[in-house]
């Protein structure tokens, strides 16, 4: 079935909600573009031309390739372990090295300042700039990276590799030359997903005073006031992160993979490590330790200094932040269906287009896509400006995209005949959706709400920047005491975000039976 | 079925919590929330008033109120510098204020009457004390990179470009001895290759952690840091140098506002001896009005008046000095 005049009808209730979302992406980066270019001519040389961009870009890409490289090192070697080797463990291993994405990169960062250098609980000199926020940004997101390997390397097909084996290569340049290339496409997809964490990081950057461009946004916008400026970087920022996307499709667009015949493909036999057994646990416990056991020791050790008069804080902030992630999900899940729906049973280039803006509002950097939201609301829709409404409705825009896998999942394995046979008897697409299929996709939708859910506790720059005043959540406490070096009061916020996500984390593991 | 009704409901039920949302005291803070929020909810407790505060920095809420116009929420600005408060001004977004609370105050009452001073605070050179003695320090700040290129402190100085009191100094110093000589002095610190710290707590903890020798900071975070125990030392300037400028916390009504006794209350009760002893007591500032317990760490408040040069404090050019700050890529 393609999108033709006749269903339109019958489709308004999805459309509306589908266009609405697509509108709300759009029209703030529309306004962005407009606030940008209001300066005046001799002021936009001066703003483009500063020197200091240059230097804001060399540091954001400095650390893009950093941190690409770094977590290539740990996480293709690691996704390897825990796949296709006899390693003790495996499963719990892979359960471990994916716990890390629980931990924002603004704890991590506070983790680093609070137990290192003098008076910290580790005995180590402490790590600031560059250096810093390479090691805590490649320690959250090298997850990402590891996740993708490993379905690649499950997926992989050993009669590739015997067959280079047969043409008379060793094992190592069979791998190689035969099995490499097919990872390659998720590698791409792991580091453009790397990519898109580290140019839209603010908090990590900013605690750990590293200039990037995110980070440059925040201080023009908050402490130098430069509103046209800030707009200029926000645009400069865009830039990147298109190109990003941009070499990212070139790359895989050259890479055709797919097996000619499905054939019998089978399960490689496990490599044997024998000798190297004690280093592979080595590698497989390094980053658990450092990423994933030191911050929690961390955490608890600065919670039990917590002064315990401040408790009433921490309940009020939980309670904020579940305020705004509650309706948050709910608004991702609802804006998701119809765009999910759409897409499935009916593709064409419009509801592609509509996709494909969906999976754009998560890619544009946090920081500029509130931003632009914020000229947007103020200048349109100025009732809606510092409330909670709009902060719900930003991060459900940016969080959608994290919903729609799990709902179209979910839609995939739903018949097309069930809801067929309910047309026929009568009933319009939309009556069709709510009495058949939408029972059927509880799961899925629980799911996406649940993804959208953390990401709304975990989120950062867009709740600094849009939320009403005097609101502050569990994430803008643990920026906030951070910044002003209060270790021990950051600390139950810190823990209770990192709780809060790890048991998703373990309920979405569980739920698409990876291990 | 039931489920997804209970389901629906739940969302409604949470959407419009966050739209409910009664009369209530708005305040505009530039004033870091760490720092005055106890205050705030003693105020709440004490008159049953509901306070909503935005917390955020002097220019942050300037912009903000600019953006918002006649919309704005706002009832109360309070000003962390006497430079922002001077330009919400002269801006007309301040109603003028009634004498009974400009005369209390002992100093520092503002030419425009639309604002009231509640603090003082003065800027000081924060040290290791390990590492010098306070009469190897320079006669003036304008000195200081000078003297730290002689020590080789490269890389073991600190600063807050973002912060506002750190701005108005610069603003005072291009209003006392002209643009070329801070301009001349900016450069001659970043030469320093400076480290940059988002406040002032974290960088005095970066003395205190070695990591850096010295930095110009506001005097009371030197005696929070000397409270707490830690070896910190503060060396000021002689009289009338702008490395001591005083800065004037305050608050003003907004024009704007719709909840004119609440206001009034909020900044009687900043003025009262109660607050004031909380501000001295808990934050380590200068109080301005009489009747307060001083603090041994602190001079006496005559002899701290006489520290600081005496630019017109409503009117510093900040804007010349961020436009200078951005121009030479520190901000």
Known sequence: MTLRLPHLPGLIPFLIPALLTGGGVALPLLYLVLRALEAEPEALWEIVLRPKNLELLGNTLLLLLGVLLLTTLLALPLAFLTTRTDLKGKRLFALLLTLPLAIPGYVGAYVLLAATGPGGILPLPRLEGYWGALLVLSFITYPYLFLSLRAAFLGLDPSLEEAARTLGLGPFRAFLRAAFPQLLPALLGGH?????????????????????????????????????????????????????????????????????????????????????????????????????????????????????????GVSEALFHSALAAAPTALLAVGMALPIAYLAVRYPSSASRLLERLAYLGYAIPPLAFALAWIFFSLRSLPFLYASLPLLILVLALHFLAESLGPIRGALHQV???????????????????????????????????????????????ITLLLAPMGYSTLATRVLGYTQEAMFAEAAPFALLIVLLSAAFVGVLLWSERRF | MERRKLLILIGVAALSLGLAQGQTLTIYSGRGQALVEPLVRQFERETGIRVQVRYGTDAQMLAALQEEGRRSPADVFWGNTSGALGQAAARGLLRPLGETLLRQPVAFTPASKAWVPVTLRLRVLAYNPEKFRAQEFPQSILDLPRFARERGLGGRVGWTPTYSSFQDMVAAMIALHGEARAREWLEGMRALSPRVYASNTAMLDAIRAGEI???????????????????????????????????????????????????????????????????????GEYPLVGGVVADPRLLPLEEALAKSPRPDLEQLPLDQALRLLRELGIL
């Open chain 1, 192 to 312: 453009l997903v790397v990519g898109l964490h580290v140019l839209g990081d603010f908090g990590t950057v900013s605690l750990l005073r590293y200039e990037t461009f995110s980070y440059a946004i925040y201080l023009q916008y908050s402490a130098a006031f430069d509103r046209v400026y800030a707009a200029w970087l926000a645009l400069f920022l865009l830039l990147l992160t298109g190109g990003l996307l941009l070499l990212e499709g070139l790359l895989l667009r050259r890479l055709a993979l797919a097996r000619t015949g499905k054939g019998a493909s089978r399960r490689a036999r496990p490599v044997h490590l024998g000798a190297f057994a004690p280093l592979a646990y080595l590698l497989v416990l390094l980053p658990v330790l450092l990423a994933l056991v030191l911050p929690l020791y961390a955490l608890l050790h600065l919670a039990s200094r917590f002064p315990r008069e401040n408790l009433q």
């Open chain 1, 415 to 461: 018949p097309r005949r069930l809801e067929e046979a309910a047309r026929t008897l009568g009933e319009t697409p939309t009556g069709a959706f709510f009495r058949v299929t939408f029972p059927l996709l509880w799961r899925g939708a629980a799911a996406g709400g649940a993804l959208a859910f953390i990401g709304a506790v975990k989120e950062l720059p």
């Open chain 2, 213 to 283: 020798d010295l930095a110009s900071t506001n005097h009371y975070y030197v005696v929070r840091f000397q409270r707490a125990g830690y070896r910190l030392d503060m060396y000021q300037f002689p009289d009338g140098d702008v490395g001591n400028l005083a800065l004037i916390t305050g608050a003003g009504i907004l024009r704007t506002s719709n909840n004119l006794t609440a206001a009034t209350r909020f900044l009687t009760y900043l003025l009262s001896p109660k607050a004031q002893q909380y501000f001295v007591g808990n934050i």
